[in-house]
């Protein structure tokens, strides 16, 4: 598949997040792009469950939903081996003679023109689930590495597009304004375009004035100059699309007094759905923001300790990793200049790192922001 139509891939993701009746189209272009007969998501958990089909294959899930399901190999090793969240091959698991007798194969899969069968489980956060599954045509049924990462990948941000449909309860408020949508959050949230104007947000993004982040006339902005550069290049960056001059998956913002940064979160919307739901000619972007005493706030600190830092290293590492100087990192933690730059060595010695970008590319890659 050649970059540019991966991409579109992507970017359609994100467009169907805010539009619940184009998930069949989106899914059958992912079979296309994938030589596969159709494509099919379910979600479980977290509400009401999501599940739509190609319609390449959907006069097929009547037919499997009362006849096959219970005589699905596949679907049985799963379940009874209850793999964690990742990619997954039938044909690596189900034995090639196994499958040749098998009715469920010849009789039913055989007559749809499917061979194997392409498995992505999605945890975006506690309590969802999410599942794709792709059938690939009978001519290409082996699966090339570069296609299995590429179907995983494609995978991750589709989970996002989805987290994101049902935190907006897209399929029922369609008709509700965009500002009623946003006050569902947990997390404080802002709509912005080029140059941090600020389009939308919910209430929470009010009570963030004292963390260092705040709107003056119409724009987000920091309250330090280093700090709102860092802001405008990750917001630049994420309105490129989510694979252009594509920005860290996670931006760390030091927040005054605190080791524990302000956790943001971009996700890319296009002209097509901007236009539709703020009527904008031009591409936005929905920052995500989380302070510690959010709900959602990811154990940060308990990472870095897995990784081998004591908890005092990791509280240390996340005010360093998120922007404090070395200076202010000692001052919050009430340390002496030399005995800050001696923990920082530890930290650096303990990670296997040497400079403070790679540290917070490091926070950036344990803070996922799932939720």
């Known amino acids: 598949m050649e970059e540019a139509a991966f991409s579109t891939l992507i970017e359609r993701c994100y467009d169907t997040a805010f539009d619940a009746g184009g998930w069949p189209d989106l899914l059958q272009d992912m079979a296309t792009a994938f030589d596969c007969v159709g494509v099919n998501v379910v979600q479980m958990g977290g509400g009401e469950p999501l599940v739509a089909y190609s319609p390449s294959i959907a006069h097929a899930a009547s037919a499997y939903a009362s006849e096959w399901v219970g005589r699905d190999p596949w679907l049985a090793y799963m379940l009874r081996h209850r793999p964690g969240a990742g990619f997954y091959v039938d044909t690596d698991y189900i034995a090639a003679d196994v499958r040749a007798r098998d009715p469920f194969y010849q ?11 392409l498995s992505l489980i999605l945890r975006p956060y506690e309590g969802m689930q999410l599942g794709l599954g792709a059938s690939r045509t009978r001519h290409s049924e082996f699966v090339p590495q570069q296609e299995r990462e590429r179907f995983a990948a494609l995978g991750r941000h589709l989970a996002r597009a989805a987290t994101l449909s049902f935190r907006l309860n897209a399929a029922e408020t369609l008709n509700r304004s965009l500002v009623d949508q946003l006050a569902r959050f947990d997390c404080a949230v802002a709509v912005v375009s080029k140059g941090g104007k600020l389009l939308r947000s919910n ?136 005995t800050a730059r001696s923990m920082l060595k530890q930290v650096y010695a303990r990670l296997g790192i040497n400079r403070q970008s790679q540290l917070a590319r490091l926070i950036a890659k344990v803070s996922p922001l799932h939720r």
């Not at 009789?107 to 069968?117: K, N, P, V």
């Not at 908890?311 to 990793?321: H, S, T």
């Not at 998120?322 to 990192?329: D, N, R, T, V, Y």
């Open 107 to 117: 009789d039913f899969r055989r007559s749809l023109g499917m061979s194997s069968t």
């Open 203 to 338: 209430s929470l993004l009010y009570g963030l004035e004292a963390d260092g982040l705040m709107i003056r006339r119409g724009r987000l902005v920091s309250g330090q100059p280093a700090l709102q550069t860092r802001l405008d290049c990750y917001i630049t960056q994420a309105l490129a699309s989510p694979t252009q001059a594509s920005p860290p998956e996670v931006l760390a913002l030091p927040r005054p007094g605190s080791a524990l940064p302000l956790l943001v979160r971009a996700v890319f919307l296009g002209v097509q759905v901007a236009d539709q739901r703020l009527g904008l000619a031009e591409p936005a972007v929905v920052l995500l923001v989380l302070k510690p005493d959010m709900s959602g706030y990811p154990s940060l600190d308990q990472v870095l300790v897995a990784l081998g830092l004591t908890r005092g290293q990791a509280r240390f590492a996340l005010a360093v990793g998120a922007g404090h100087s070395l200076k202010e990192a000692a001052e919050l933690f009430k340390v002496s200049d030399e």
